[in-house]
Antibody, heavy 122, light 108 residues
Framework: EVQLVESGGASVQPGRSLRLSCAASGFTFDDYAMHWLRQVPGKGLEWVAGINWNSDNINYVDSVKGRFTISRDNTKNSLYLQMNSLRADDMALYYC???????????????WGQGTLVTVSS | SYVLTQPPSESVAPGQTARITCGGNNIDNENVHWYQQKPGQAPILVVYDSSDRPSGIPERFSGSSSGNTATLTITRVEAGDEAGYYCQTWDGTGDHPVFGGGTKLTVL
């Protein structure tokens, strides 16, 4: 059974940093691209960042470029999101999601974690 | 950027057929994916590549696409189908995945 468990969400002040983690199990982690997505409670879904199986193809939504860094450790079956210079509009529930494509990313998300909440407020 | 437009809400009686639309420029040239999200839960993929169904998703859920509209069809609607539904595809201009705004399906 595929399981994705996010952690690291917290309440922080604007301008501070936070690192999210996602522990994956139930599938061969290094066969798949992985993604972070976010959702403001009560609002829609937004893709944030994606990383392919060996970390040589990484991309971000424009609003986080230069501030967020996605990474993965295939030896630990883990995905990370380093979030710097946090802003009020980064406040959301952050989901880790598995890509639906084997090796080559297809950019749809066939399994999601339950999310971790990031609150940005002074 | 590529914009996906969904109606904010739809309603349907139990046992009837729900059709949730997703508008986008020449969307029938794109792979469209659909997610179901119930309150307090993570999204679940219900249709991928416009018309394929992941394992475990009932045959009542199907997807189609024509022209500028993609459609998620749910036949024999049940109370448990009440949820938000989001379409998603790839924005070739922005070079990233993009979602529609979501449709809240109410089962009367």
């Amino acid at each position: 059974e595929v399981q994705l468990v996010e952690s690291g969400g917290a309440s922080v002040q604007p301008g501070r940093s936070l690192r999210l983690s996602c522990a994956a199990s139930g599938f061969t982690f290094d066969d798949y691209a992985m993604h972070w997505l976010r959702q403001v409670p009560g609002k829609g879904l937004e893709w944030v960042a994606g990383i392919n199986w060996n970390s040589d193809n990484i991309n971000y939504v424009d609003s986080v470029k230069g501030r967020f860094t996605i990474s993965r450790d295939n030896t630990k079956n883990s995905l990370y999101l380093q979030m710097n210079s946090l802003r009020a509009d980064d406040m959301a529930l952050y989901y880790c999601a598995k890509d639906g494509g084997l090796i080559n990313p297809l950019y749809y998300f066939d399994f999601w974690g339950q999310g971790t909440l990031v609150t940005v407020s002074s | 950027s590529y914009v996906l437009t969904q109606p904010p809400s739809e309603s349907v009686a139990p046992g009837q057929t729900a059709r949730i639309t997703c508008g986008g420029n020449n969307i029938d040239n794109e792979n469209v994916h659909w997610y179901q999200q119930k309150p307090g839960q993570a999204p679940i993929l219900v249709v991928y590549d416009s018309s394929d169904r992941p394992s475990g998703i009932p045959e009542r859920f199907s997807g189609s696409s024509s022209g500028n509209t993609a459609t998620l069809t749910i036949t024999r609607v049940e109370a448990g189908d009440e949820a938000g539904y989001y379409c998603q595809t790839w924005d070739g201009t922005g070079d990233h995945p993009v979602f529609g705004g979501g449709t809240k399906l109410t089962v009367l």
